[in-house]
């Protein structure tokens, strides 16, 4: 039987998938991320890993791996934790978890747009502290979203769940991406491709879904802030590295955009100080796919990837 290891503490959802088709699965089950010394150990002689972003799943780690490793199955949609081109060399099959944290993830990128452009964290911050306040017609005033365009970096099924919330809100969306969304789905919102300096010159909000890899690392850095409107904000809910976090903190105190809403950093769970005292950035612990049913749902898809090719059939999710 095939030797099953999660490196990290998923839902009991994933591992009942595991247990149902006959697998007993090696499982850590500390909610803090194992030790890299201690990943190394746990991985030996694993016919299939299941593993979090929080692996980093390299040359080094597939070495202890074994030889006799078939697939690792990433419980996200996002893969930069692993070297899919060292697996491939091996043999290695990667998987990932598309589609199941589709609308959790658009939720918190709608809810970072409203909350940086209304100062809704900020407000909060006021109430909690006790500090005194006062209503008033020039009181916390924010920035309304309808009639504003939403650009969108990454037109993928994140992308265009983020564009179907925010023209609900009134917003027009235009988007860069690799292709061209189906038509039918640009007609329904309204959207237009254009490039990625048009985007950022037009847009009020720019919200990035794209992967990150090595042609988005830093993506938007200094010189993509110069060219956004200072009245503008920038949201990121898919990777902390397709953002420059330092020069978002100068473009910060340029005053170059508006405000800035983020799910993810560059070296999470690291935050860049320049960010934490502004009350115009609004910060969430990569809450992006945090609900129960999506967190299950990701763990099962990720089992019953590693199921399937334990079993000698395909994958349901493969990546490449």
Request: one cysteine or more; glycine letters at 8%.
């Amino acid at each position: 039987m095939s030797k099953i290891v999660v490196t990290g503490k998923i839902p009991n959802a994933g591992l009942e998938v595991l247990h149902k088709a006959g697998f007993n699965p090696q499982a850590w089950s500390q909610d803090t991320a194992m030790t890299r010394q201690e990943l190394l150990k746990q991985v030996q002689g694993a016919d299939i890993l299941v593993t979090l972003l929080t692996e980093k799943v390299d040359n080094e780690l597939l070495d202890a791996a074994g030889s006799q490793l078939k697939a690792v199955c990433n419980v996200a949609v996002g893969y930069n934790n692993i070297d899919v081109a060292a697996c491939k060399t091996r043999g290695v099959t990667v998987t990932n978890t598309p589609g199941v944290l589709t609308d959790a993830t658009a939720d918190i990128a709608l809810a970072l747009i409203l909350m940086v452009t209304r100062r809704l964290a900020e407000g909060e911050r006021v109430i909690r502290s006790k500090t005194p306040w006062q209503w008033g017609m020039h009181y916390m005033l924010g920035t309304g979203v309808t009639n504003r365009v939403l650009g969108v970096i990454g037109m993928g099924a994140i992308g265009i769940a983020t564009a179907r919330r925010a023209k609900a809100c009134g917003m027009s969306v235009i988007y860069y991406s690799r292709s061209e969304i189906d038509s039918k789905i640009a007609n329904e919102l309204g959207a237009k491709k254009v490039s990625l300096d048009e985007l950022l010159s037009e847009s009020d909000v720019v919200s990035i879904h794209c992967p990150s890899n090595e042609s988005t690392h830093h993506l938007i850095g200094a010189s993509q802030f110069k060219k956004m409107k200072p009245t503008a904000y920038l949201v990121n809910t898919a990777r902390g590295p397709i953002v420059d976090e330092q020069a978002l903190v100068d473009a910060l105190k340029a005053r170059e955009i508006a405000g800035a809403g983020l799910d993810v950093f560059e070296f999470e769970p690291k935050i860049n100080e320049g960010l934490l005292d502004r009350d115009d950035v609004v910060l969430i612990p990569h809450l992006g796919s945090a609900t129960t049913e999506t967190r299950d749902a990701m763990a099962m898809l990720a089992a019953n990837n590693a199921v399937a090719i334990a079993n000698g059939k395909s994958p349901l999710t493969p990546v490449g």
